[in-house]
């Protein structure tokens, strides 16, 4: 397994944790993923404070991928215990590496990074997503040992209301 802030072979980056100062290139990250997905980009102070929550969050992780281009990749992860599975598991919400960056290993060393911070937890499953038009993710996913499900995921925009009172 990789040792924090070790390089993957081939790879002259590094992984490490997120700090405060990461934020303007975390948002570089996150719009180029929100622009391959067709999302909306984040804002860049809705950013830095997403990122400050996630750092003071002890269940969460943001990891960030630096070489000599400064910060290439990341990814975000919660530990989280799930009734579904009836385990402790990680949920990654972002995992994203720089066009500029692929195919260099930024990924994979991503990955390793969470496989090891899932065994310092015992966790059982590392749960992520792409979107099915993304078949560049999916087959570097699998290419790492993930296996895709039937799950269909369902996300609401709408406007959020509270229980009332009664």
Do not use: C
């Not at 992780?61 to 919660?78: F, M, N, Q, T």
């Not at 500029?100 to 994979?108: D, L, P, T």
């Not at 699998?142 to 709408?158: K, P, W």
């Amino acid at each position: 397994m990789n040792e924090p802030g070790k390089a993957f072979e081939h790879s002259p980056e590094t992984v490490r944790e997120a700090r405060a100062g990461d934020a303007e290139a975390v948002y570089a990250l996150a719009g180029e993923l929100a622009e391959a997905l067709g999302d909306r980009k984040p804002r860049l102070e809705a950013i830095r404070e997403r990122l400050r929550e996630l750092l003071e969050e002890t269940r969460a992780r943001v990891l960030v991928a630096e070489g000599e281009d400064g910060i290439v990749g990341a990814a975000s992860l919660w530990i989280k215990p799930d009734l579904g599975h009836g385990d402790t598991v990680i949920e990654v919400p972002m995992l994203v590496v720089s066009g500029s960056a692929r195919r260099r290993g930024v990924g994979r060393l991503l990955v390793q990074e969470i496989r090891s911070v899932a065994a310092a937890e015992n966790v059982s499953v590392i749960e992520l997503v792409a979107t099915r038009e993304n078949r560049t993710a999916r087959d570097f996913y699998r290419s790492l040992g993930f296996v895709e499900t039937d799950h269909v995921a369902l996300e609401y925009f709408g406007e959020m209301e509270t229980a009332s009172e009664g």
